[in-house]
């Protein structure tokens, strides 16, 4: 068999060999993992607690705020009504019917308030006696037949801004004040 000239081994030389490179993967314990999650989930709660808050108020609210007007009318009608069918002879049955259906008006409104929003509920004013800077109560059927007709045309401008079941209430009411107007208190 033939040898193979062996060859010599390369000279040393003089510099330094590399030191070896530690790994830069971060090790962490179940506690640093735990006390991460826990402080996201604090910021998180945190930041979804704030963007909650100042929102502007809710579409309950705006809609029950929008019945109001209409739960003080029928509340002012109904006393109304009533204080004139002891002086309007000729119109008294009218005038206590006038004043039953207004009072129902205004206890459905009140109703639908309150369940939309209780806090606005509390701004209905039930006794219009009660009320300061009103205007003053009509004296005259004739008086009395204009006031519900705005309280009518009110409740029917309500009605075409809402949707739903408030629309459909706030409808029916004006349709009920329009026929008060025009069959009971008939001139």
Same mark, same amino acid.
């Given at each position: =068999?033939? $040898?193979?000239? =062996? @060859?010599?081994?390369?000279?040393?030389?003089?510099?330094? %060999?590399?030191?070896?490179?530690?790994?830069?993967?971060?090790? =962490?314990? @179940? %506690?640093?993992?735990?006390?991460? !999650?826990?402080? #996201?989930?604090? *910021?998180?709660?945190?930041?979804?607690?704030?963007?909650?808050?100042?929102?502007?108020?809710?579409?309950?609210?705006?809609?029950?705020?929008?019945?109001?007007?209409? !739960?003080?009318?029928?509340?002012?009608?109904?006393?109304?009504?009533?204080?004139?069918?002891?002086?309007? $002879?000729?119109?008294?049955? !009218?005038?206590?019917? *006038?004043?039953? &259906? @207004?009072?129902?008006? /205004? &206890?459905?409104? $009140?109703?639908?308030?309150? %369940?939309?929003? &209780?806090?606005?509920?509390?701004?209905?004013?039930?006794?219009? +006696? $009660?009320?300061?800077? /009103?205007?003053?109560?009509?004296?005259?059927?004739?008086?009395?037949?204009? %006031?519900?007709?705005?309280?009518?045309?009110? #409740?029917?401008?309500?009605?075409? /801004?809402?949707?739903?079941?408030?629309?459909?209430?706030?409808? +029916?009411?004006?349709?009920? *004040?329009?026929?008060?107007?025009?069959?009971?208190?008939? !001139?």
């Amino acid at each position: =068999m033939p $040898t193979l000239p =062996m @060859r010599a081994a390369p000279p040393m030389r003089d510099t330094p %060999r590399p030191t070896p490179v530690l790994s830069t993967r971060l090790v =962490m314990s @179940r %506690r640093s993992v735990i006390r991460g !999650a826990l402080a #996201a989930s604090a *910021v998180a709660v945190t930041a979804g607690s704030l963007a909650a808050c100042d929102s502007g108020p809710s579409a309950e609210q705006l809609t029950a705020e929008a019945l109001v007007p209409l !739960a003080d009318a029928a509340h002012a009608d109904a006393a109304t009504a009533l204080a004139l069918s002891a002086t309007d $002879t000729d119109y008294a049955a !009218a005038l206590k019917i *006038v004043a039953d &259906q @207004r009072t129902t008006h /205004g &206890q459905v409104l $009140t109703e639908e308030i309150t %369940r939309l929003h &209780q806090d606005t509920a509390k701004q209905i004013v039930t006794d219009p +006696s $009660t009320q300061n800077g /009103g205007t003053a109560a009509p004296s005259s059927v004739d008086e009395f037949r204009t %006031r519900l007709t705005e309280s009518g045309r009110a #409740a029917g401008k309500v009605a075409l /801004g809402e949707h739903g079941y408030v629309a459909g209430l706030a409808g +029916s009411i004006s349709a009920s *004040v329009a026929s008060i107007v025009e069959v009971a208190l008939a !001139a």
